[in-house]
């Protein structure tokens, strides 16, 4: 295949007579196997290679505050609460009325989030997240995202309750998510 | 065909230079996507590994530190550790079991190490379990210097096992963390695709 030896052209090449003909040596060498070794290696940087870096996600959590009126509170008309249910499914509702339950995804909940972003006053505005217990890291992590994808300033990622929690269940129950 | 392996070569000198090795974990963790753009600190971090069935492992990449830290750990944690041993921790990669089994673990060598099946350190309960004990002492370790509080877990990681991890810093007064996740971009005609235009444009202009 590779066979790079063009020398060999002396035969035909005739000397005067009594000259005596000196043997040409190729100075080719046959590369084969030093190219063979060359595509191993490539092979070998291309499939260890991790092109993309991790980058890190900053999470910042509160203090535990244990005194109720040390806690923030939180205007209903501002209020948006996120709840992350089992099969990536989401269930959120506005102000603070868990039964107003609706559900959604994480390709709808965006849409969600913009709307509830444009119809309230800024200031007011907070969205809290709710991870239940069958919620995954993914979950967490993308819904955390999705606040800085809609540039929410004001978030907070609290645990669910167990009345909203039954609430999720019982939704879940009726539209067949195991 | 000269062009043609010059050409190769080019690319293999390439991938030669681009190559960074990534230091072997001892549990394969998928992490999740985000359109955060922070690197990743390579020093000082303090990484938290949890993988989809909740096992936790703990590491830190800084030799001078973890002597520092495994030393406070032997003494506070009576746990016997010979010098022998706590030199074996520190060219370990992460480890992930209780204390009772540490010793255990160390007096292994690094290739019988990398075999055994690390049942992960344990938190589950409110009080942070062992992990808010590695927690605390490497934060004495660092008495005061910038420790960078990593956390890395799977995409299939129950968010319980998280909120627990989560819960051990919380209890060492640490708020702030970095969650280890592959880079993303932020999607088309959402706010901080508008702002990143914008910013873009703005250096772009100046």
Known sequence: ?178 | MTPFVDVAFLILTFFILATKFKPEDAVEVKTPGSVSSIAVPEKDAFMVTVDKTARVFVSLDNAQFKQVLIENINTTRNLGLTPAEMKVFIDAPSVGVPFSQLKGLLQLDPEAMKKVVQPGVPCEDSTGGELNYWVRDALVAYSGRKLNLLIKADNDTKYPAFKNVLNAFKLNDQNKFLLITAPEDAPMGTPLFETRQKQISGEATK
């Open chain 1, 1 to 178: 295949m590779a066979s790079m030896d063009t020398g060999g052209g002396d035969e035909g090449h005739k000397k005067g007579p009594g000259v005596k003909k000196a043997k040409k040596l190729s100075t080719r060498v046959d590369m084969t196997p030093m190219v063979d070794l060359g595509f191993l290696l490539i092979t070998f940087f291309i499939f260890t290679t991790t092109m993309a870096q991790p980058t890190a996600m900053n999470l910042f959590l509160p203090k535990d505050v244990q005194k109720p009126e040390e806690q923030n509170k939180v205007k209903e008309s501002g209020a948006f609460t996120i709840i992350l249910g089992k099969e990536d499914q989401i269930y959120y509702y506005e102000g603070l009325d868990p039964t107003k339950l609706q559900a959604s995804n994480f390709k709808g909940i965006r849409e969600e989030i913009l709307r509830k972003k444009q119809t309230t006053n800024l200031e007011d505005l907070v969205v809290i997240l709710k991870p239940t217990p069958d919620a995954t890291y993914k979950n967490t992590v993308d819904i955390l995202d999705e606040m800085t994808i809609c540039e929410i300033k004001r978030y907070a990622m609290v645990d669910v309750a167990p009345q909203e929690y039954q609430l999720v269940k019982i939704t879940e129950a009726a539209a067949g998510i195991k």
